[in-house]
């Protein structure tokens, strides 16, 4: 997996409450049995004003104009900032794959759904919860200042705004331990791999019928 | 000891080993495995040279991309026969308990034909890589869905990496209405709750209403806590539940049964368990609901009217509110009952068993569908519901209205193979989500239960079904 460690980076904000994940990316390009490629699909049917398929080439496909992530303002951004329970939905990882493919690498909302949260870490994307009225300023700011940019510094656990205004924000010691070093989960796993057949017996001896 | 949660009984007994901060690595018992979020976890493994670490745990058959009609003409779409024909490789290569393939007589929905097999039993723990897994703690399980990578790591390792979440009971007490189903309690919670009210929650349902809950209208249930915000929703374990277990092809043997049972008697949380949260439910107050906007939680009794986005003071749901009018094509206080239907979806893994199709065939015997609607699919979740309900003539009760009787798979619960709906049309569906482009992009979606949407069906407009004649 990919590291994070720290990030400055322009921000866009998009201002909507509980975004799913069919949102984000939408079902027909979820047919790809590929992990990249979903960039150019991300949002797809707020982005584009045509209907998008696997295969198009979005390069000629006409954008809708009103959709935040065309603004060339901010173009380039790696911080997208959200509302309330964003990634709610299906558990589909291609929303973070999507996301991460478009280049950002950290998403700032209020809240977030479990399993999207979850699913962000396992692909060095760094999902970050900050109180609503934290959001709300910098939603404000955001918007009010053209090229608004947040430097975001995981081992110090901090968000911190143009003016130096940080912001901390919580995060579990072994994800943090993760995503720092970029490790790779299933390897750290199985370095328990006795413990699991351990348990595996003693749960097999006294619930056998789970093992037919 | 203290006295403990379903939920806590659960966790502990499946704790491989646990970090600091409370970070475990949990022993996973069933993995249903599909099509769409699998392609990418089996490419990791081989590209790590790993296997799996019990085979016999991973239950599989493909559902998202499966047509529903024409099945001699196979998927005709190449992307989708290319994901299925990858899990079908895939599976020849890794391995698996059992394997349903395109058009084998049991395929169908995954938390369908889990349950149905035998292959989900109380005190599991269930995963899979649909948020939807929650269906499965209807049976006293401990089920939730992963993404991708999980879906590696737990074929890899037999784990999962997970903290605990917090334990919320959502009781409901008393007698449900006739006409009034699992569905509609459903939809009344998350109503009541949101669509994030139980993020960070495994919620367990219980109450004298739950308890009065048929296995099918359990899962229907615990299907739906996804939509409330929560990863995991769980029903305890009684008779109800071990008598629909019996029986089953991968239920305990005989030898093993009593054992079994005596274990599963105690999946019930302890008098004096003390929960997070708690939110109480009357049975007698919830009505048949229909959704009117684009998120689960934008729900009304049959008799409301769509409410005004003005009366609304918080400016982020007066957004949301006005957002998803424009999407549905309402105005503000329409009533419900006078909303027309263009198509009506019964199916899903939410309402697609077999006493669904029951249910709405009770609704629909000897009426017709309304000239206005266009298209009635009932799509079983499985190819035993199928039969099952072929057995019983259900079959012909709906063709007899004028409703097609399609093959199982998820359909148009997400529209990923050919059944979709058209920009701007709208439906009632059994299904869980309502979405913006869900159904098809610029669909409009109602949620509701199946004898909702069979008596949409036929009025051609929502009707309260317990007046419907
Ligand atoms: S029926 Fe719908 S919700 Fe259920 S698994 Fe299929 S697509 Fe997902």
């Known amino acids: 997996m990919k590291a994070f460690t720290q990030l400055n980076g322009v921000v866009c904000p998009l201002d909507r409450a509980n975004v799913d994940t069919d949102a984000i990316i939408p079902k027909q390009f979820l047919k790809s049995i590929k992990r990249s490629g979903f960039g150019p699909n991300l949002f797809d049917e707020w982005r584009y004003l045509d209907h998008g398929e696997p295969g198009m080439d979005n390069s000629t496909r006409p954008v809708n104009p009103e959709f935040v992530l065309n603004f060339p303002r901010y173009a380039g951004a790696q911080v997208l900032l959200a509302r309330d329970n964003f990634g709610c939905g ?54 009010a200042q053209e090229g608004y940019r947040l430097d975001v510094d995981l081992s110090k656990q901090t968000v911190t705004t143009p003016t130096g205004e940080s912001f901390g924000f919580e995060v579990t010691a072994h994800r943090k331990h993760c995503l720092l070093n970029g490790l790779d989960e299933i390897g750290l796993t199985l370095a328990h791999a006795d413990d699991i057949r351990a348990f595996e017996a003693k749960h097999r001896e006294s619930k056998p019928w789970l093992f037919v | 000891m203290a006295a403990q949660t379903l939920y806590d009984k659960l966790w502990h007994s499946h704790i491989v080993s646990e970090e600091a901060d409370g970070t475990c690595l949990l022993y996973i018992d069933r ?106 703690g209807a049976f006293g399980a401990l089920a939730h869905g992963i993404g991708t990578s999980e879906v590696e790591h737990v074929l890899a390792t037999q784990c999962l990496v997970a903290k605990k979440s917090k334990a919320m009971l959502v009781r409901v007490d008393g007698q449900l209405g006739r006409g009034v189903t699992a569905k509609d309690v459903a939809l009344a919670i998350i109503g009541k709750i949101g669509t994030a009210g139980g993020t960070g929650y495994a919620i367990e349902f219980g109450g004298s209403a739950i308890r009065g809950l048929s296995m099918e209208g359990r899962m229907t249930l615990c299907n739906m806590a996804i939509e409330a915000g929560a990863r995991a929703g769980m029903v305890a374990v009684d008779q109800t539940t071990i008598d629909y277990v019996k029986g089953r092809p991968f239920a305990p ?29 009357k049975a007698e107050d919830i009505e048949p609901q229909v959704t009117w906007g ?176």
Not at chain 2, 82 to 87: A, F, G, H, M, R
Not at chain 2, 355 to 370: F, I
């Open chain 2, 253 to 281: 043997n005989a030898e093993q049964w009593d054992a079994a049972v005596a274990n599963w008697r105690t999946l019930v949380s302890d008098d004096g368990a003390v929960f997070d949260a708690v939110v109480e439910l």
């Open chain 1, 90 to 143: 299906s558990s589909r990882e291609h929303a973070p794959w999507a996301i991460d493919d478009y280049g950002f690498r950290v998403v700032i909302a209020p809240s977030f759904a479990d399993i999207f949260f979850n699913n962000c870490y396992k692909n060095g994307l760094l999902p970050i919860v900050l109180p609503s009225d934290v959001v709300e300023r910098l939603f404000k700011e955001c918007e």
């Open chain 2, 31 to 136: 993995h249903l495995v599909h099509e769409v979020t699998s392609p990418q976890a089996f490419e990791g493994l081989k590209l790590a040279g790993r296997t799996l670490w019990r085979a016999n745990s991973v239950v599989s058959t493909p559902d998202h991309n499966t047509p529903t009609d024409h099945w001699d003409e196979g998927i005709k779409d190449p992307i989708s026969r290319q994901q299925v024909e990858t899990l079908d490789a895939n599976i020849k290569e890794f391995g698996a308990l059992v394997y349903y393939p395109f058009k084998d007589k049991h395929q169908g929905i995954l938390h369908v034909v889990g349950p149905e097999s035998g292959a989900t039993l109380p005190g599991m723990t269930v995963v899979c890589g649909d948020s939807h897994t929650s269906t499965h």
């Open chain 2, 294 to 469: 684009t998120s689960p939680e934008q729900v009304l009794s049959v008799n409301g009217r769509v409410p005004d986005p003005a009366a609304e003071s918080d400016a982020v749901k007066k957004g949301s509110y006005e957002r998803a009018l424009q999407y549905m094509g309402l105005s503000a206080n329409t009533p419900i009952t006078e909303i027309p239907v263009d198509k009506v979806f019964i199916g899903s893994c939410t309402n697609s068993r077999i006493e669904d199709l029951r249910a709405a065939a009770s609704v629909v015997k000897g009426k017709k569908k309304a000239d206005s609607v266009k298209l009635v699919m009932i799509v079983p979740g499985s190819g035993l519901v199928k039969a099952q309900a072929e057995a019983e003539g259900l079959d012909k009760v709906f063709l007899e209205a004028g409703f097609e009787w399609r093959e199982p798979g998820c359909s148009m619960c997400l529209a990923m193979n050919a059944d979709r709906l058209e920009p701007g049309e709208r439906c009632a569906s059994t299904s869980n989500r309502n979405f913006e482009g869900r159904q098809g992009q610029g669909g409009r979606t109602h949620l509701v239960s199946p004898e909702m949407a069979a008596a949409a069906a036929i009025a051609g407009h929502f009707v309260d079904v317990r007046t419907f004649a």
